[in-house]
């Protein structure tokens, strides 16, 4: 009876003796070779990759009761192969590195043009329906050089009158408070008067044309250029533009194209909209802060004007901004000037960020203060007030597009994915609220 008990007993198996067994097979599977496992690498990494599988615990954590670890990575390794690849992606990244910095003014030049086609592109083709499209351009060009033209030289006349106003009385004014008492003798040791007669005589000569005619010319030489090489750019992508950015966006995918070509259109005409009726309160605060200054005596009334225009095309706050530079000229003449211009532009800010911004959305898109101020600071930093400009531009355009791809869903495609539909400047005359119609309509 105990015989037969002990052999029945022999046979019982415990938890503990089953983990025990099964560890005792899992190490004779892994110590004794396999005559059928695979014998190239890919098999090896299986092979061993199931082994992990079977020697890691189920438990928490990276290690099991029973003891069990993950295995170790393999040590990076440097092959003669792999070091040829890194030198030559570096070579590649230095090589486009390089050549982008070689290239970035005649980049620039084709981003110039491409934002003055864009905003110039409707107006000549409004103008071309009542004249020919070469007389449009011609016509279109001229205007814009004038306005420029006259600013400039309103802005230079008013900054040189004022360097030589500084140079006749600033220096004689700090030699009498330099032989005043009690601090004529810091300044006369700080040498402030031979400071500031060096400032009005450099202030002088940099607004003063005639002292280096031949540097003038050199820098108006290269301006005119520049200018003429954009120029030319601009004219070939009013009518060649439209084609190109059909092309491109065929290139994508059709699902693709048939969602981003209309919602491209779309933020085209609402970013237009925008840039349009923002220039126009740009231009009537600027205009607004040129009469202010005139009727109160403020000097350099253009280029507080300017300034002004420039400001406000900031939304919300502009005004505000506009205000600031001709209330610290003001001040020049006294309190009470200073004053009265931060209350007329508070009132007129109030008047602009209730009644004009939310219009000038509803007819649109919803562009606001910290997008507009992301763009222009970038931009301004990048290119000076060029790139101020070509931000707030491109910020506009690119904020429009997201949202038009937000709103739309897939569109119908027409030809933004196919070969036929709207003619070469089809989208550019969609600036208008009227669709670019099918060629062959």
């Not at 486009?96 to 107006?123: D, K, S």
């Not at 992508?237 to 190109?244: E, K, N, Q, T």
């Not at 200054?293 to 005004?319: E, R």
Request: glycine share 12%.
């Amino acid at each position: 009876m105990g015989a037969h008990y002990e052999r029945s007993g022999a046979h019982r198996s415990t938890p503990a003796s089953s983990e025990c067994e099964g560890r005792a097979r899992r190490i004779a599977a892994i110590d004794e070779p396999d005559l059928n496992a695979p014998t190239d690498r890919a098999g090896s990494e299986h092979a061993a990759a199931a082994t992990t599988a079977t020697t890691t615990p189920t438990g928490s954590g990276a290690t099991g009761g029973s003891g069990a670890t993950a295995v170790a990575p393999r040590p990076l390794s440097v092959t003669p192969s792999s070091l040829f690849r890194a030198i030559v992606v570096i070579g590649v990244v230095t090589l486009v590195a390089v050549i982008g910095a070689r290239a970035a003014e005649p980049v620039m030049w084709f981003v110039e043009a491409a934002v003055v086609a864009g905003l110039a592109g409707p107006l000549v083709h409004r103008l071309a329906r009542h004249m020919p499209t070469w007389v449009a351009v011609l016509a279109l060009t001229g205007a814009a050089l004038a306005v420029v033209a006259a600013l400039g030289a309103a802005a230079f006349g008013e900054l040189h009158g004022e360097a030589e106003r500084f140079r006749d009385n600033v220096p004689s004014a700090v030699r009498q408070l330099q032989e005043d008492q009690p601090f004529g003798g810091l300044m006369a040791d700080l040498k402030v008067s031979q400071q500031i007669d060096r400032l009005a005589d450099d202030l002088s000569e940099r607004f003063d044309i005639g002292k280096d005619l031949p540097g003038v010319a050199t820098a108006l030489g290269g301006r005119v250029s520049t200018g003429f090489i954009i120029w030319i750019l601009s004219v070939m992508l009013v009518f060649a533009g439209p084609g190109m950015v059909r092309a491109t966006v065929r290139v994508l995918p059709e699902r693709t194209a048939s969602r981003v070509g209309p919602a491209l259109d779309a933020a085209y005409r609402d970013s237009l909209r925008y840039l349009g009726l923002t220039t126009v309160r740009a231009g009537a605060v600027g205009v607004g802060g040129f009469v202010a200054a005139s009727v109160l005596g403020i000097d350099m009334p253009v280029l507080l004007g300017t300034l002004a225009a420039i400001a406000a095309v900031t939304p919300y706050v502009g005004v505000l901004f506009a205000a600031l530079p001709l209330a610290l000229m003001a001040a020049l003449n006294g309190p009470a000037e200073s004053v009265a211009i931060v209350v007329a532009a508070v009132a007129a800010q109030t008047v602009d960020s209730v009644v004009v911004q939310p219009r000038i959305h509803s007819r649109s898109f919803t562009f606001g203060l910290f997008p507009t101020l992301v763009v222009t600071i970038v931009g301004f930093g990048l290119y000076g007030v060029t790139g101020l400009f070509l931000g707030l531009v491109a910020g506009t355009l690119v904020l429009a597009l997201l949202q038009r791809l937000d709103e739309d869903g897939p569109g119908a495609g027409g030809p933004w994915t196919s070969g036929t539909g709207a003619d070469a400047g089809a989208v550019l005359r969609a600036g208008s609220d009227e669709e670019p119609a099918p060629a062959g309509s």
